[in-house]
T-cell receptor, first 111, second 118 residues
């Protein structure tokens, strides 16, 4: 079965730096990959979607890459702010199947 | 963006009682809704897929008689935890997809329901 790993359980960075989170999977590449943000005690909020034939997607300070050779997606937050502190989840989907979520990385941006 | 309302946000009940959680899409129609369970510092575990007008599809290991799902309309799905026990205590979250989007469309999540069974 598909195994999804997200770099570390927790990541601390200094304000203003770029945060880079990774999402690795083990089986064949999904058709789509999404990233969500989840705050404590709240439901996740959609951030970005990237398709298997896309290398990179951007939205404001966010950037997602998708490398099917490495079986990896990277999620970048540039000029990070304390308000970016949250848990970030990647989710993979194969054609006709539901999204499967990774364990998440808890990001803390220190002022 | 689209809003999904989940109610109640917190519920405390005695062991053996049943608890109903509602999930409503407020400004869009959802033929498909999803129910998840999340333990502290763990990811979302898909429990079942709720399909409007038909039976829910449960994930392996999830007891359908324990977790009753009803999706009677395009804007409402309910999850009933029957004869709840302390081990059912968890954070339950629903999500919905706009019927106008394909299966890859973003999922809109409710705020979650914290169930505590005494």
């Amino acid at each position: 079965s598909q195994k999804i790993e997200q770099n570390s359980e927790a990541l601390n960075i200094q304000e203003g730096k770029t945060a880079t989170l990774t999402c690795n999977y083990t089986n064949y590449s999904p058709a789509y990959l999404q990233w969500y943000r989840q705050d404590p005690g709240r439901g996740p909020v959609f951030l970005l979607l990237i398709r298997e034939n896309e290398k990179e997607k951007r939205k404001e300070r966010l950037k997602v890459t998708f490398d099917t050779t490495l079986k990896q997606s990277l999620f970048h937050i540039t000029a990070s702010q304390p308000a970016d502190s949250a848990t970030y989840l990647c989710a993979l989907a194969y054609y006709g199947q539901n999204f499967v979520f990774g364990p998440g990385t808890r990001l803390s941006v220190l002022p | 963006g689209a809003v999904v309302s989940q109610h109640p946000s917190r519920v405390i009940c005695k062991s053996g009682t049943s608890v109903k959680i509602e999930c409503r899409s407020l400004d869009f129609q959802a033929t498909t809704m999803f129910w998840y369970r999340q333990f502290p510092k763990q990811s979302l575990m898909l429990m079942a897929t709720s399909n409007e007008g038909s039976k829910a599809t449960y994930e392996q290991g999830v007891e359908k008689d324990k977790f009753l799902i009803n999706h009677a309309s395009l804007t409402l799905s309910t999850l009933t935890v029957t004869s709840a026990h302390p081990e059912d205590s968890s954070f339950y979250i629903c999500s919905a997809r706009d019927r106008g989007q394909g299966w890859t469309g973003e999922l809109f999540f409710g705020e979650g329901s914290r169930l505590t069974v005494l």
